[in-house]
């Protein structure tokens, strides 16, 4: 069956530190891959998304993510958070079908 | 211009009362969807519709019954409304079935009472 999965259910950075959520997928074949952030009380708005071609890929608010397909993997990093980082997040894959969702990793940040 | 909306965004309701959400896209798609994102914030697929056609039925209950008017319109109609049924719905559009991108609206948080 078609998954996705996000060991990470909070993580706590401090301001400025890098960031790194997990996210790994179990699809027949390379989905279609996004990230998706939710803050409190909010909709759901897309950082980025992975199809084809380059495997790092740039999104929004400085958010960048690597497809690796031998770790069937789509991490998503940012080199130094701001406070107004903290939220839900949420990696999503598609196959021809609608989106999948991890089960969300929360993030919050201290100064 | 929102482009997929969704009203209300805000519900509150009784046990056993009957409610509608509505939604909206102005994006041209064929494809909408109903998303629920439970307590937890797990959000799944509940319905799918492509030109006005059910395509996706998750094991909803028949309490639930999505009509689409129209392709730009999705609505969910929810019959004897219960506790359980407290989450977030989440309406979203693509231009077709498992395109490589969904938009989705605010949100309408549904709490019953």
């Known amino acids: 069956a078609q998954s996705v999965t996000q060991p990470d259910i909070h993580i706590t950075v401090s301001e400025g530190a890098s960031l790194e959520l997990r996210c790994n997928y179990s699809?027949?074949?390379?989905?279609?891959l996004f990230w998706y952030v939710q803050s409190p009380g909010q909709g759901l708005q897309l950082l980025l998304k992975?199809?084809?071609?380059?495997?790092l890929v740039q999104g929004i608010k400085g958010f960048e993510a690597e497809f690796k397909r031998s770790q069937s993997s789509f991490n998503l990093r940012k080199p130094s958070v701001h406070w107004s980082d903290a939220a839900e997040y949420f990696c999503a894959a598609s196959g021809n079908t609608p989106l999948v969702f991890g089960k969300g990793t929360r993030l919050s940040v201290i100064a | 211009d929102t482009a997929v909306s969704q009203t209300p965004k805000y519900l509150v309701t009784q046990m056993g009362n009957d409610k509608s959400i509505k939604c909206e896209q102005n994006l041209g798609h064929d494809t909408m969807y109903w998303y629920k994102q439970d307590s937890k914030k797990f959000l799944k697929i509940m319905f799918s519709y492509n030109n006005k056609e059910l395509i996706i039925n998750e094991t909803v209950p028949n309490r639930f019954s999505p009509k689409s008017p129209d392709k730009a319109h999705l609505n969910l109609h929810i019959n004897s409304l219960e506790l359980g049924d407290s989450a977030v719905y989440f309406c979203?559009?693509?231009?077709?079935?498992?395109?490589?991108?969904?938009?989705f609206g605010q949100g309408t948080r549904l709490t019953v009472v």
């Open positions: 992975y199809f084809s071609g380059d495997t």
């Open positions: 979203a559009s693509s231009r077709w079935t498992g395109d490589t991108e969904a938009f």
């Open positions: 699809y027949g074949a390379t989905p279609y």
